[in-house]
């Protein structure tokens, strides 16, 4: 795994300021890390219940 992120490639910074990983740098990671982030590629499989599927039912919007 790559040491430099990338802004627009790795992460982006949301309207909050806050940074925000994308689907392709959670993939390359290799694991959901259970943190219910918002382009998990993983559908959100460490991501304890209720959470797991409130989190799904926002991504099916």
Do not use: I, W
């Not at 909050?16 to 982030?37: D, I, M, P, Q, V």
């Amino acid at each position: 795994m790559k040491l430099v992120l990338t802004e627009g490639v790795d992460y982006y910074l949301n309207d909050n300021g806050l940074l925000t990983f994308t689907a392709k740098y959670l993939s390359e990671r290799g694991y959901c890390c259970g943190n219910g982030c918002k382009h998990c590629p993983y559908e959100y499989e460490a991501v304890p219940e209720p959470g797991r599927s409130e989190l799904m039912k926002r991504q099916d919007r």
